[in-house]
């Protein structure tokens, strides 16, 4: 489902949210510590740090339903990615290092909208636990007229 | 922990981050550009397109939004509840405001608005815990920072009495503002300021004064554009913090808009007047009544230098300037009338309808319009300055009865008209019997049948 194209945004370092729901459809949003593209573009997996990702972790592992918004803080450039998580597992030794690179690079980003590296690197991303999505749909989200629709782009190239 | 103390989250310099859900249960996540705060139970999000956010909250009125400190990165967390959604009024009006001025430097108004405010209840504030780890190094705070407003409202209030001062005392325009802006830097911080003032072409305003710029004086702004345009076009005060961060919001909806081959609806983007990468902004339109004087502009490169103190405190000196240029313009008005040129008054006779128009405008009809005639007409043909009551009686074409007929009172009557709608036209009497015409203005005299 997701494109090379669009997996090369996903891993670039930018930023990552993630919301939820409880079982009385009450939404929990939580900011995400890097994604991955597996699977080919079938799946995603995003690390959640569990200092600030309890609540979220618990939807998850009841009823799996999971939004993630992916944006660029630069230009707002943003895709809302829909799906359902089917693991949920602490992130390997391994993974650490994905998660820390993440980290760096989206502390970087923010300097260029103004935000200090030394606040934003301190940003809470060990330990974590690693969410594997089975994506099920793709949104533009950039601000705009046409936030909310599919994403077209993706759908025509989700074949090759 | 109160929701007011929460306010610097909510200055937009950070997005906050929103999650909905909809009535069958899809979550969806989003940024917000701001959260407004309305009051201790309740915050105000804008909605800008009837997106997914929007479809959601009808279904389900739950919602999350995490905040954050501009400073600290302190992270929060309130749960909210949609109460209701307001289209007009001071709430919706406030909000729109700032999204007409993004609008706007963007070139898009009237494609990017406020659709409504939306209202919600806060069920719950909490703080996000080991949102951050903790700093390896304690970072001082710069001492600069905070320091204007460590030493509190009395150093204010004796700046404020400086500049008003200087106001009060300044012999001419040039003086009182520059220096009211060099009193505003030196006693109060605000280093970038300009005074705009309407130019000679309609709906435009020209820098007439400046501080901190290199080049600031002369600078133009449409009526209507941007922050300065727009505080002239709806006369309320704007304040803008963190511009960089809505303007890169702005630029992301006008690339969308050009992308789905509606540029044509676009307007060319505006660069900001002023600094180029200021990051905050206030303009306070300059009132004298119903008039505006003026716009007074104060940027920072502080995204945070502005809060509701400096809009409280700076309106007073808008407000003194406003009085203060105004009084100066109408001393000047009267000074240039009385040296240089006089006004040409459109005098109009309709024969036919005995009635006199000055300017397109009714004056007096019947016999005292007769005698206004009579003695302009005859100040222009031999430049006749004194009448007497004779001569006018025994003109046949005034029609005046040959007895009692009432010349005297038809004379008070005219020259009562002529001080309420002309006063530069006068019928002043002399001696006996005697009256004067009296000129402070040219005119033009025209004969017309009325149709």
């Given at each position: 489902?997701?494109?090379?194209?669009?997996?090369?945004?996903?891993?670039?370092?930018?930023?990552?949210?993630?919301?939820?729901?409880?079982?009385?459809?009450?939404?929990?949003?939580?900011?995400?510590?890097?994604?991955?593209?597996?699977?080919?573009?079938?799946?995603?997996?995003?690390?959640?740090?569990?200092?600030?990702?309890?609540?979220?972790?618990?939807?998850?592992?009841?009823?799996?339903?999971?939004?993630?918004?992916?944006?660029?803080?630069?230009?707002?450039?943003?895709?809302?990615?829909?799906?359902?998580?089917?693991?949920?597992?602490?992130?390997?030794?391994?993974?650490?290092?994905?998660?820390?690179?993440?980290?760096?690079?989206?502390?970087?980003?923010?300097?260029?909208?103004?935000?200090?590296?030394?606040?934003?690197?301190r940003?809470?991303?060990?330990?974590?636990?690693?969410?594997?999505?089975?994506?099920?749909?793709?949104?533009?989200?950039?601000?705009?007229?046409?936030?909310?629709?599919?994403?077209?782009?993706?759908?025509?190239?989700?074949?090759? | 922990v109160?929701?007011?103390?929460?306010?610097?989250?909510?200055?937009?310099?950070?997005?906050?981050?929103?999650?909905?859900?909809?009535?069958?249960?899809?979550?969806?996540?989003?940024?917000?550009?701001?959260?407004?705060?309305?009051?201790?139970?309740?915050?105000?999000?804008?909605?800008?397109?009837?997106?997914?956010?929007?479809?959601?909250?009808?279904?389900?009125?739950?919602?999350?939004v995490?905040?954050?400190?501009?400073?600290?990165l302190?992270?929060?967390?309130?749960?909210?509840?949609?109460?209701?959604?307001e289209?007009?009024?001071?709430?919706?009006?406030?909000?729109?405001?700032?999204?007409?001025?993004i609008?706007?430097?963007?070139?898009m108004?009237?494609?990017?608005?406020?659709?409504?405010?939306?209202v919600?209840?806060?069920?719950?504030?909490?703080?996000?815990d080991?949102?951050?780890?903790?700093?390896?190094?304690?970072?001082?705070?710069?001492?600069?920072?905070?320091?204007?407003?460590?030493?509190?409202?009395?150093?204010?209030?004796?700046?404020?009495?400086?500049?008003?001062?200087?106001?009060?005392?300044?012999?001419?325009?040039?003086?009182?503002?520059?220096?009211?802006?060099?009193?505003?830097?030196?006693?109060?911080?605000?280093?970038?300021?300009?005074?705009?003032?309407?130019?000679?072409?309609?709906?435009?305003?020209?820098?007439?004064?400046?501080?901190?710029?290199?080049?600031?004086?002369?600078?133009?702004?449409?009526l209507?554009?941007?922050?300065?345009?727009?505080?002239?076009d709806?006369?309320?005060?704007?304040?803008?913090?963190?511009?960089?961060?809505?303007?890169?919001?702005?630029?992301?909806?006008?690339?969308?808009?050009?992308?789905?081959?509606?540029a044509?609806?676009?307007?060319?983007?505006?660069?900001?007047?002023?600094?180029?990468?200021?990051?905050a902004?206030?303009?306070?339109?300059?009132?004298?009544?119903?008039?505006?004087?003026?716009?007074?502009?104060?940027?920072?490169r502080?995204?945070?230098?502005?809060?509701?103190?400096?809009?409280?405190?700076?309106?007073?000196?808008?407000?003194?300037?406003?009085?203060?240029?105004?009084?100066?313009?109408?001393t000047?008005?009267?000074?240039?009338?009385?040296?240089?040129?006089?006004?040409?008054?459109?005098?109009?006779y309709?024969?036919?309808?005995?009635?006199?128009?000055?300017d397109?405008?009714?004056?007096v009809?019947?016999?005292?319009?007769?005698?206004?005639?009579?003695?302009?007409?005859?100040?222009?043909?031999?430049?006749?300055?004194?009448?007497?009551?004779?001569?006018?009686?025994?003109?046949?074409?005034?029609?005046?009865?040959?007895?009692?007929?009432?010349?005297?009172?038809?004379?008070?009557?005219?020259?009562?008209r002529?001080?309420?709608?002309?006063?530069?036209?006068?019928i002043?009497?002399?001696?006996?019997?005697?009256?004067?015409?009296?000129?402070?203005?040219?005119?033009?005299?025209?004969?017309?049948?009325?149709?």
């Amino acid at each position: 489902v997701i494109s090379a194209e669009l997996k090369a945004f996903l891993e670039s370092g930018i930023s990552v949210l993630i919301g939820t729901r409880d079982r009385d459809a009450v939404p929990e949003c939580a900011r995400a510590v890097g994604a991955r593209v597996d699977a080919g573009g079938d799946e995603l997996t995003v690390f959640l740090p569990e200092a600030t990702s309890a609540a979220c972790l618990e939807h998850l592992r009841a009823n799996g339903r999971i939004a993630v918004c992916v944006s660029r803080p630069a230009d707002h450039r943003s895709i809302q990615i829909k799906g359902r998580a089917h693991s949920i597992r602490r992130a390997s030794a391994e993974e650490r290092a994905f998660v820390e690179r993440y980290v760096a690079a989206l502390a970087r980003t923010l300097t260029f909208v103004g935000l200090p590296e030394r606040l934003t690197l301190r940003i809470a991303h060990w330990p974590c636990q690693a969410v594997s999505v089975r994506v099920e749909s793709l949104y533009l989200q950039t601000p705009g007229p046409e936030a909310g629709t599919p994403l077209p782009a993706a759908r025509a190239e989700a074949g090759s | 922990v109160r929701l007011a103390e929460l306010r610097d989250c909510f200055q937009g310099v950070i997005p906050s981050i929103l999650a909905t859900a909809s009535a069958d249960g899809e979550p969806n996540v989003t940024y917000i550009s701001q959260v407004h705060y309305v009051d201790e139970a309740h915050v105000a999000l804008s909605c800008q397109f009837f997106n997914k956010t929007r479809r959601n909250i009808a279904e389900n009125p739950r919602a999350t939004v995490n905040v954050y400190h501009p400073v600290t990165l302190d992270a929060w967390r309130l749960r909210l509840r949609f109460d209701h959604s307001e289209t007009e009024g001071l709430l919706f009006e406030k909000m729109a405001l700032r999204i007409q001025v993004i609008a706007s430097h963007t070139g898009m108004s009237g494609v990017f608005r406020l659709i409504s405010a939306d209202v919600f209840d806060v069920l719950e504030l909490e703080r996000i815990d080991g949102f951050l780890l903790p700093a390896e190094t304690a970072v001082a705070p710069t001492a600069a920072a905070s320091d204007a407003h460590a030493q509190g409202p009395l150093t204010e209030l004796r700046g404020l009495q400086v500049v008003s001062e200087r106001i009060a005392r300044a012999a001419d325009l040039d003086g009182l503002l520059t220096d009211t802006l060099a009193a505003l830097d030196d006693l109060l911080g605000f280093s970038h300021t300009m005074v705009l003032v309407p130019a000679d072409c309609p709906d435009r305003f020209v820098a007439i004064a400046s501080r901190g710029y290199e080049e600031g004086i002369g600078a133009e702004v449409a009526l209507g554009e941007g922050i300065i345009g727009t505080a002239a076009d709806r006369r309320r005060m704007i304040r803008l913090s963190s511009v960089g961060a809505e303007l890169r919001y702005g630029r992301a909806i006008r690339s969308r808009v050009e992308e789905h081959g509606h540029a044509d609806q676009l307007a060319p983007e505006i660069p900001l007047p002023g600094l180029p990468d200021a990051q905050a902004q206030l303009a306070l339109p300059l009132l004298a009544g119903e008039r505006l004087i003026g716009v007074l502009a104060v940027e920072s490169r502080d995204p945070l230098c502005f809060d509701e103190w400096d809009e409280a405190f700076l309106q007073i000196v808008a407000n003194q300037i406003a009085i203060a240029i105004d009084r100066m313009q109408s001393t000047e008005e009267e000074t240039a009338a009385a040296t240089l040129g006089r006004r040409t008054r459109k005098i109009v006779y309709y024969r036919n309808d005995d009635c006199v128009f000055a300017d397109g405008e009714y004056l007096v009809r019947n016999v005292p319009a007769k005698i206004l005639w009579k003695v302009l007409r005859q100040h222009q043909r031999d430049g006749q300055i004194e009448f007497t009551n004779r001569e006018l009686r025994l003109d046949p074409s005034l029609g005046l009865p040959p007895l009692k007929d009432n010349l005297e009172s038809r004379l008070i009557l005219l020259r009562k008209r002529l001080s309420d709608k002309c006063p530069d036209i006068r019928i002043v009497p002399v001696r006996r019997g005697r009256f004067a015409l009296q000129l402070d203005c040219d005119v033009e005299l025209t004969e017309k049948e009325c149709g």
